[in-house]
């Protein structure tokens, strides 16, 4: 159980474009996901944190107006990467808590982002 | 900020050998998690602690939530070849955000 569902698992998209990213949790409520960004061979550095029907919280250094997320359901929180730029490609994961304490973090499959 | 120091940076070990990797921190965590992550995939939950001093073992896997809060180490036993893998300790409070550390690369000579 507690399964996060995450699309599309690769994207290619041109310079300029924006592209969504769903994350949705099947099985239980995720009033919280957190969005992490990870370039090849780095660890997980987390961007941003989604709480159902509230603003989300950006890390430092994450521009807010770039990544625009939205967690307007309890099974569906969206990263959109807007304005693609090369710099922009990397791996975009997300991570929701396992209900009931003690179950720690799902992760999402993660979406491979190629900016061209 | 919070910074995980994880340790060895990459291993390349025989078939069999048990393999041993820790991480430790300049803060105090309520939880310490263990992940493997495979080439193009999210990262899979091994082990997660929540204890000071907790042991907890999953098949050939074992780790440790140090005593002090500060640190974790997870041991792998009789190592296989699909154990290849990028291994993740993670620390944090439940509910919150996790700090990752920088991975341990592991690579198995069959």
């Known amino acids: 159980g507690a399964v996060v569902s995450q699309h599309p698992s690769r994207v290619i998209c041109k310079s300029g474009t924006s592209v969504k990213i769903e994350c949705r949790s099947l099985d239980f409520q995720a009033t919280t996901m957190f969005w992490y960004r990870q370039f090849p061979k780095q660890s997980l550095m987390l961007m941003a944190t989604?709480?159902?029907?509230?603003?989300?919280?950006?890390e430092q250094g994450v521009e807010k107006d770039k990544f625009l997320i939205n967690h307007a359901s309890l099974t569906l929180s969206t990263l959109t990467v807007t304005s693609a730029h090369p710099e922009d490609s990397s791996f975009y994961i997300c991570?929701?808590?396992?209900?009931?304490?003690?179950?720690?973090?799902?992760f999402g499959s993660g979406t491979r982002l190629t900016v061209v | 900020g919070q910074q995980l120091n994880q340790s060895p940076q990459s291993m390349f070990i025989q078939e069999g050998e048990d393999v041993s990797m820790n991480c430790t921190s300049s803060s105090i965590f309520n939880t310490w998690l263990w992940y493997k992550q495979d080439p193009g995939e999210g990262p899979v939950l091994l082990i997660a602690?929540?204890?000071?001093?907790e042991l907890t073992s999953n098949g050939r896997l074992t780790a440790q939530f140090g005593i002090t809060r500060k640190d974790s180490f997870l041991n792998i036993s009789a190592s296989i070849p699909s154990d290849v893998g990028i291994y993740f300790c993670a620390g944090g409070e439940y509910g919150n955000k996790l700090v990752f550390g920088a991975g341990t690369i592991l690579r198995v000579k069959s």
């Open positions: 991570s929701a808590p396992r209900p009931g304490q003690g179950h720690g973090y799902t």
């Open positions: 989604s709480n159902e029907g509230s603003k989300a919280t950006y």
């Open positions: 602690l929540y204890k000071a001093g």
